[in-house]
């Protein structure tokens, strides 16, 4: 059974970097699949971060672009999201998530998700 | 970029069916995916590729998609459907490509 965990600080200054680790059990990142972020700020919907594919290659919404980074490590089986100077709008729950990649793309397992606030 | 839209809200009273609707331009020409998502939870996939269930899913949970308009119908309802539900497509169409999410449908059971 594949599962995900997410990791990282509860909480993040404004203008700081938001980090967090994704960690990947009952598969291996290296046998294929996209891995992606997705966020839900508080009462809000679903908003999709970015992916990445076991090689490295990466796609971002381009809203978020240019203050995203995803990375893999596929020795430790996980990746990872920055996201840097943070606002308050970025408080949010972030969730990782398996996603199977074709003609379309969609996401079968996630984590639990994580917590993120933003606050002096 | 590709703009999804859903109802806020749809109710129904326990054993009927409920339709929750997924409008985009020429939707029906894209694969559409739904996820459930109870408070305090994860999303979960519930149906893809329009009408497709993943192992473990009630065959309550059905799905179609034509024109501008895919949706997501549950039969029989049970108050443990009540859940936020979201679409999702791939959006290729655009010069930048990615991932679109509805803004969700809040399911409430009478």
């Known amino acids: 059974q594949v599962q995900l965990q997410e990791s990282g600080p509860g909480l993040v200054k404004p203008s700081e970097t938001l980090s967090l680790t994704c960690a990947v059990s009952?598969?291996?990142?290296?046998?294929?699949?996209?891995w992606g972020w997705i966020r839900q700020p508080p009462g809000k919907g679903l908003e999709w971060i970015g992916s990445?594919?076991?090689?490295?290659?990466?796609y971002y919404n381009p809203s978020l672009k240019s203050r995203v980074t995803i990375s893999v490590d596929t020795s430790k089986n996980q990746f990872s999201l920055k996201l840097s100077s943070v606002t308050a709008a970025d408080t949010a729950v972030y969730y990782c998530?398996?996603?199977?990649?074709?003609?379309?793309?969609?996401?079968?397992?996630w984590g639990q998700g994580t917590l993120v606030t933003v606050s002096s | 970029s590709y703009v999804l839209t859903q109802p806020p809200s749809v109710s129904v009273a326990p054993g009927k069916t409920a339709r929750i609707t997924c409008g985009g331009n020429?939707?029906?020409?894209?694969?559409v995916h739904w996820y459930q998502q109870k408070p305090g939870q994860a999303p979960v996939l519930v149906i893809y590729?329009?009408?497709d269930r993943p192992s473990g899913i009630p065959e309550r949970f059905s799905g179609s998609n034509s024109g501008n308009t895919a949706t997501l119908t549950i039969s029989r309802v049970e108050a443990g459907d009540e859940a936020d539900y979201y679409c999702?497509?791939?959006?290729?169409?655009?010069?930048?490509?990615?991932?679109?999410f509805g803004g969700g449908t809040k399911l409430t059971v009478l």
């Open positions: 998530a398996r996603e199977i990649v074709g003609a379309t793309h969609l996401f079968d397992y």
């Open positions: 009952g598969y291996s990142i290296s046998s294929g699949y996209y």
């Open positions: 990445i594919y076991h090689s490295g290659s990466t």
């Open positions: 020429n939707i029906g020409s894209k694969s």
């Open positions: 590729y329009d009408s």
């Open positions: 999702q497509v791939w959006d290729s169409s655009s010069d930048h490509p990615g991932v679109v």
